[in-house]
């Protein structure tokens, strides 16, 4: 049986975008899950969270996020998604970032000075830490106080905007606030978060065999 993932997302596109990542990983199944119709289901071994913004969707979002979070399934946050698993743990709203706008087309791009947390899972996943550039991508953005308690800066801006947080004492729990769909936006080695995420999912189901 093939390991299955829940995705929780708005993009109409993003299975179709997911495949084409370059995922060298075993075959798993993804389903999104759809607003008040679907439920995680017992044999899903983690969770994806990208762009799920919409506001009808905002108490199913909540609610499936926290049933992750109690079963202690794997869970990767990219983008908007992001926002919505830090308010599910607890912290508040994003604030308006215009200085982190670009696009993946614009290959100079608006560059962000980031600090990289050592020690941190990410960092570790990454393979780095300290000062680097980043070029970002998001109109509203985690300030360092909005973020939930029980979770930790991992990759924070100069202007103290939170670029990836993780939640310590857990197996897995990663947000990150760059589209993990568009990896030519982020520097080398930032595309390994993705991938570490879905051998963690694959692993959760070994165990649950």
Do not use: Y
């Not at 970032?97 to 960092?123: I, M, N, Q, Y």
């Amino acid at each position: 049986m093939k390991p299955k993932l829940a995705v929780l997302t708005d993009d109409e596109s993003f299975l179709e975008r997911f495949a084409e990542m370059d995922l060298d990983t075993e075959p798993f199944e993804s389903r999104v899950l759809r607003n008040g119709s679907d439920e995680v289901e017992a044999d899903v071994c983690g969770l994806l969270v990208h762009g799920a913004s919409d506001a009808l969707a905002h108490d199913f979002a909540i609610s499936a996020i926290r049933e992750c979070v109690i079963r202690n399934l794997p869970i990767l946050a990219s983008g908007s998604g992001a926002h919505m698993f830090n308010l599910a743990m607890g912290g508040f709203s994003a604030s308006v970032s215009p200085e982190h706008v670009t696009s993946e087309d614009d290959r100079r791009g608006r560059a962000t000075l980031v600090f990289l947390t050592p020690g941190a899972k990410t960092s570790s996943i990454i393979g780095g830490s300290g000062w680097l550039t980043l070029r970002c991508n998001h109109s509203s953005g985690l300030e360092h106080r909005s973020l939930a308690r029980s979770l930790m800066p991992a990759c924070i801006s100069r202007d103290r905007f939170v670029e990836a947080f993780e939640s310590p004492g857990h197996s897995w729990r990663i947000g990150v606030q760059w589209d993990i769909l568009m990896p030519r936006l982020v520097p080398r080695g930032f595309d390994h978060l993705l991938l570490a995420f879905v051998e963690r999912m694959i692993e959760r189901a070994v165990d649950n065999i």
